[in-house]
């Protein structure tokens, strides 16, 4: 039987029906795994982060460990919510939250390419540290970063644990890193 097999790979018809089915399969797996990657109907994540650095146009920092920073992403169904804050007082907190979809998944590389819309924003008008800080992280100008306004965001699937509840993500194309705790 595994002679016949052989014999008939070695045919013209034979590869050809040989690369197609592997083709097929290939493409089956990766459909396959398009779906599980996309299948989950909620996803949250909260981050924070102590060891940051906001710096001014001549590459001066202006601002240091001094307040954390906070992220907060959820995927519910198609629907993505990305909401930046910083730890201050509440009358000095400086936040913006973003809606929209997911745009692109590039399996391979679980690199996420996010159409996001600004829904609510708030900065200190004296010096606004996280839009400064957010125009490097999300690759974008800082005018693009207030209300009404939609921009692209790129975010990669480092590393995640389920088990130990944690993932680790970064934006592109500048490669700052969160690692972030995973909710349920």
Same mark, same amino acid.
């Given at each position: 039987?595994?002679?016949?097999?052989?014999?008939?790979?070695? =045919?013209?018809?034979?590869?050809?029906?040989? @690369?197609? $089915?592997?083709?097929?399969?290939?493409?089956?797996?990766?459909?396959?795994?398009?779906?599980?990657?996309?299948?989950?109907?909620?996803?949250?994540?909260?981050?924070?982060?102590? $060891?940051?650095?906001?710096?001014?146009?001549?590459?001066? @920092? %202006?601002?240091?460990?001094?307040? #954390?920073?906070?992220?907060?992403? =959820? $995927?519910?169904?198609?629907?993505?919510?990305?909401?930046?804050? =910083? /730890?201050?007082?509440?009358?000095?907190?400086?936040?913006?939250?973003?809606? /929209?979809?997911?745009?692109?998944?590039? %399996? /391979?590389?679980?690199?996420?390419?996010?159409?996001?819309? %600004? $829904?609510?924003?708030?900065?200190?008008?004296?010096? #606004?540290?996280?839009?400064?800080?957010?125009?490097?992280?999300?690759?974008?100008?800082?005018?693009?970063?207030?209300?009404?306004?939609?921009?692209? @965001?790129? @975010?990669?699937?480092?590393?995640?644990?389920?088990?130990?509840?944690?993932?680790?993500?970064?934006?592109? #194309?500048?490669?700052?890193?969160?690692?972030?705790?995973?909710?349920?």
């Amino acid at each position: 039987m595994l002679t016949r097999l052989a014999r008939f790979i070695l =045919t013209k018809l034979g590869r050809v029906v040989f @690369v197609s $089915i592997s083709i097929a399969i290939f493409c089956l797996v990766i459909l396959f795994l398009e779906h599980f990657a996309d299948s989950r109907s909620v996803w949250a994540f909260d981050c924070n982060s102590k $060891i940051y650095q906001f710096k001014n146009q001549n590459g001066e @920092v %202006v601002h240091s460990q001094n307040e #954390p920073l906070y992220l907060s992403l =959820t $995927i519910q169904d198609e629907l993505i919510s990305l909401d930046y804050f =910083t /730890g201050e007082e509440e009358n000095e907190r400086e936040f913006i939250s973003l809606e /929209g979809n997911l745009k692109e998944l590039e %399996v /391979g590389k679980m690199m996420y390419q996010l159409d996001l819309k %600004v $829904i609510d924003a708030n900065y200190q008008l004296d010096a #606004p540290q996280l839009q400064n800080y957010l125009a490097k992280e999300l690759d974008v100008m800082q005018e693009s970063l207030i209300l009404g306004n939609e921009i692209s @965001v790129a @975010v990669q699937v480092l590393e995640m644990d389920t088990e130990k509840e944690y993932i680790l993500i970064k934006f592109s #194309p500048y490669h700052t890193l969160w690692a972030c705790r995973l909710l349920e």
